[in-house]
């Protein structure tokens, strides 16, 4: 588990390229046969990545929760963005996950085993855990059982659909919300015009890319942005203070996952785009 520390818009005025991605971009999560995480600060979500080959690998990091279980004060959202079919078993009980289906796991679950039908071509499985007050049931919502949402158009090149998996008309959670969107063809933007919700954070997940493909992270304060260069299943973690908008050289998908304050997914302080700078 790598631990990352909050930072204070007024400092990250002074980083360069380097210090923005130290911070800020998560660039090793998927390896085959491991499953890394990253603990940051901004509201104590944990990310991370689990590629199981010929053993599942399970869900444990006592060092540094110093709780008896992973799951003791928290909760989990888990995604597999991998065409290999995936497999988690909670407590004994086994939920098999394809492509783009997500679990919710709640609190006081002891045992979270990770594994793929087929070592061969394994799951990719995607992970978001925040803490958790109260305990909710662990339920699969497949892909094609989410209510699509329609956003944007070709003219502004955000043509996008939105999956809403962990949120508050969805799997119910104590305080994690997750979801997925997926740009059309021919279109790049996302999430501009941009906002803030200063009330949690949020990290992005970009995938479905090619080797090639790049996606440029717009952050920072509305009036004085930075940017990051993203590759293929990278992740940003962006503070609550920040715009979290991007353009890529062609479309892709990306996961969200939010917590913090509330929990109303339309929260959101919209920036005009006068204001950007």
């Known amino acids: 588990?790598?631990?990352?520390?909050?930072?204070?818009?007024?400092?990250?005025?002074?980083?360069?390229?380097?210090?923005?991605?130290?911070?800020?971009?998560?660039?090793?999560?998927?390896?085959?046969?491991?499953?890394?995480?990253?603990?940051?600060?901004?509201?104590?979500?944990?990310?991370?990545?689990?590629?199981?080959?010929?053993?599942?690998?399970?869900?444990?990091d006592q060092e540094t929760l110093k709780t008896e279980f992973f799951l003791e004060r928290r909760e989990i959202g888990i995604i597999n963005i991998s065409d290999g079919k995936g497999k988690v078993t909670v407590d004994g009980e086994t939920y098999e996950l394809n492509k783009r289906?997500?679990?919710?796991?709640?609190?006081?679950?002891?045992d979270v085993q990770l594994d793929s039908v087929d070592a061969s071509q394994p799951a990719r499985f995607y992970l978001a855990s925040a803490t958790a007050h109260k305990e909710y049931p662990t339920k699969k919502?497949?892909?094609?059982?989410?209510?699509?949402?329609?956003?944007?158009?070709?003219?502004?090149?955000?043509?996008?659909?939105?999956?809403?998996?962990?949120?508050?008309?969805?799997?119910?959670?104590?305080?994690?919300?997750?979801?997925?969107t997926l740009l059309a063809p021919n279109n790049m933007w996302n999430t501009m015009p941009p906002h803030v919700h200063d009330r949690r954070m949020e990290a992005y997940l970009y995938f479905d890319m090619d080797e090639e493909s790049r996606v440029f992270h717009f952050m920072g304060k509305p009036d004085d942005t930075r940017h990051?260069?993203?590759?293929?299943?990278?992740?940003?973690?962006?503070?609550?203070?920040?715009?979290?908008?991007?353009?890529?050289?062609?479309?892709?998908?990306?996961i969200w996952a939010m917590a913090g304050e509330n929990y109303t997914f339309t929260d959101m302080d919209h920036v005009k785009m006068d204001k950007l700078k």
């Not at 991605?21 to 991370?48: A, C, K, P, Q, W």
Request: with cysteine; hydrophobic share 35%.
């Open 141 to 180: 919502l497949p892909i094609e059982d989410a209510t699509p949402t329609k956003l944007g158009s070709d003219a502004e090149s955000n043509n996008r659909t939105i999956y809403k998996y962990i949120h508050e008309d969805g799997l119910q959670s104590c305080q994690l919300m997750m979801g997925m």
């Open 228 to 254: 990051l260069v993203v590759k293929n299943e990278q992740v940003v973690l962006s503070p609550p203070w920040s715009i979290h908008s991007g353009v890529g050289t062609n479309n892709y998908t990306f």
């Open 101 to 110: 289906d997500c679990l919710y796991v709640g609190r006081g679950n002891e």
């Open 1 to 60: 588990m790598e631990v990352r520390y909050a930072t204070n818009p007024t400092d990250v005025k002074q980083y360069d390229g380097e210090r923005l991605r130290s911070e800020f971009l998560v660039e090793s999560l998927f390896v085959e046969g491991e499953i890394n995480m990253v603990y940051s600060h901004y509201d104590r979500v944990i990310t991370g990545g689990a590629v199981p080959t010929v053993k599942p690998l399970k869900l444990e």
